[in-house]
């Protein structure tokens, strides 16, 4: 795994660490960076992209985990996307599905609207809001060792999961998976519940 100039993760290579062992788990994104990421790791029907609904992200997570149970559910957001659905993170640490893990892509920015400061970046710990919300398990990932176990941890027991990853603004190269709402939501439901999901 390479590392920005200013040592900080590379948001690519943390999804891609995340995403190795994940067998059967199904994946949600947040729209912009979050869905390229996951995209360029590799495009497949588990894999439900937001390309809109702001703040929706964890609670789509939490519906599908809900729906799930025997799966590992894995959302993977911005944090300023998940600063904008904050409150989910008190309906998901109430609920507690124990098969839902929440990953956190924080470069400190809306990276996607043209790097504006954001609150993970001006003092607002997200990791701490998890965790006073009810999170039992919440990690805060900087270094290499800590994305590999995390990746390892995530697919090898049960468990709620928060994790913010600090990742670096460097720019990506564009990974665009399908676009069209409608038909990923077929795709997907084709892939978990056969094709009579669709009728
Ligand atoms: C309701 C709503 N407000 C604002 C936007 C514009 N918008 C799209 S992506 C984005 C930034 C997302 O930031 P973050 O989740 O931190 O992702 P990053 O690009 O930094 O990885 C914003 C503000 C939007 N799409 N919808
Ligand atoms: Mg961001």
Redesign the pocket.
């Known amino acids: 795994m390479t590392t920005s100039t200013s040592q900080l993760l590379n ?1 690519r290579e943390v999804v891609a660490q995340l995403l190795k062992k994940r067998g059967d788990a199904l994946v949600v994104t ?5 869905t390229f ?1 996951v995209a360029a790791a590799g495009d497949t029907p588990h894999n439900f992209y937001l390309w ?4 929706g992200a964890v609670m789509v997570g939490m519906g599908m985990a809900l729906a799930q149970p025997e799966r590992r559910v894995v959302v993977f ?8 659905g904050i409150g989910s993170l008190a309906t998901v640490a109430v609920e507690k599905p124990a098969n839902l893990a929440v990953i956190v ?9 043209g ?2 400061a ?1 609150h ?1 970046g001006r003092g607002v710990n997200l990791t701490g809001i998890a965790k006073a919300s009810g999170f039992e398990e919440t990690y805060d990932i900087r270094t290499e060792g800590d994305v590999e176990d995390l990746g390892s941890r995530l697919y090898s027991k049960k468990g709620l999961v928060f994790a913010a990853v600090r ?1 670096s ?1 460097d720019p990506s190269p564009v990974a665009l998976p399908p676009r069209d709402g409608p038909y990923l939501r077929s795709r997907f439901r084709e892939a978990l519940l056969g094709a009579s999901a669709l009728k």
């Open positions: 948001r947040s729209l912009g960076n979050p990421d809109g609904a702001m703040g957001t911005g944090d300023g996307e998940m600063m904008m892509l924080n470069n400190e920015h809306y990276a996607e609207t790097m504006q954001a993970a990742i603004t």
